[in-house]
């Protein structure tokens, strides 16, 4: 089944808090692990920023709002036990526990209010708006994730107003940045030089240069890049002999689906890069872009106060 949100969480928590006992935290994310029936692969996947696994996660938060709201509390290190109040929602019998029932409760209404509103916005509005499913740090993920797409686009749309000679060397120095061909002053010295064969530059792979890597760059707007493209690169590479064994065929359009059929079955070692690999590439290595602001998430370790000793 999906992974729960941090919402559908918490009422399954409360329960197994409801004999009234300590519980260790552990135990109870393992005991909510089986009543939601995860698999080995679902408790194992991590946060998109694949710092935390996204089940703790989420029972984290689930566990923080029941304590903000007084359900819980914490009566020593690594222990959660249900408050009088959780034994009484409990006895309401209600179908589930949400955000919006947890705003029954003062304490928790003053740690939801001391969220900032948006600009303009009165506090008492903000709190009106119905909750998001997600957790902060994954709605901090999700929003980090739509300015990425949003940015690669525009570098996108860059590159294609770019010459062909331009786009050539802007490859080269991505390479460059990712850790090959050494510096890029030597990285360079195979560009500006009649296209060879169908191969538009050369970079070394290693800073000795025992081994090199051909590229064939093609900055295309509408047409996609089909097999027999890759064949007249896989051909070329053959012609410069046993040291051609590495390629990479970047373009700024498409792959068809033969042509990526067709690398895949190659000994030969030729990467295929599509136009949104290649912007994912100069946003990871920072080609074109500069950081504007940087923010550090982070959570309470819990290993750290299970431990009986610092």
Not at 29 to 46: G, P
Not at 213 to 229: G, H, L, N
Not at 247 to 263: E, L, P, Q, R
């Amino acid at each position: 089944m999906p992974i729960p949100d941090y919402q559908s969480i918490m009422l399954p928590m409360l329960t197994l808090a409801s004999d009234g006992a300590e519980h260790r935290t552990r135990d109870v994310i393992n005991a909510l692990a089986l009543h939601f029936k995860l698999t080995e692969e679902e408790l194992a996947t991590l946060t998109r920023g694949g710092n935390d696994v996204l089940f703790d996660n989420r029972a984290g938060w689930a566990r923080t709002y029941l304590k903000k709201a007084g359900l819980l509390f914490y009566p020593s290190r690594g222990r959660l036990q249900i408050t009088d109040a959780g034994q009484a929602l409990l006895a309401e019998k209600p179908a589930a526990i949400d955000v919006a029932i947890l705003k029954r409760y003062p304490s928790f209404m003053d740690f939801w209010n001391s969220e900032p509103a948006e600009e303009g916005q009165s506090v008492s509005a903000a709190t009106e708006q119905p909750p998001p499913q997600e957790t902060p740090e994954e709605f901090i993920a999700l929003a980090h994730e739509k300015l990425r797409k949003h940015l690669q686009s525009e570098l996108l749309s860059k590159v294609l107003s770019a010459t062909p000679g331009y786009f050539e060397k802007l490859v080269v120095r991505l390479l460059t940045k990712m850790g090959y061909g050494g510096s890029l002053a030597d990285a360079g010295q195979a560009l500006g030089r009649p296209h060879d064969g169908g191969i538009d530059g050369v970079i070394k792979e290693d800073k000795l240069g025992l081994n090199l890597i051909y590229i064939q760059a093609k900055r295309w707007t509408d047409a996609t890049v089909d097999a027999p493209e890759v064949q007249k690169f896989v051909g070329a590479l053959a012609g410069k002999g046993k040291k051609a064994r590495r390629g990479v065929f970047i373009t700024t359009s498409k792959f068809t689906k033969g042509a990526i059929n067709y690398a895949a079955g190659l000994e030969n070692n030729v990467v295929l890069i599509d136009g949104d690999r290649l912007t994912e590439l100069m946003f990871e290595y920072g080609l074109g872009v500069v950081t504007v602001n940087s923010y550090d998430v982070k959570r309470v370790d819990n290993d750290f106060f299970d431990d009986d000793e610092i």
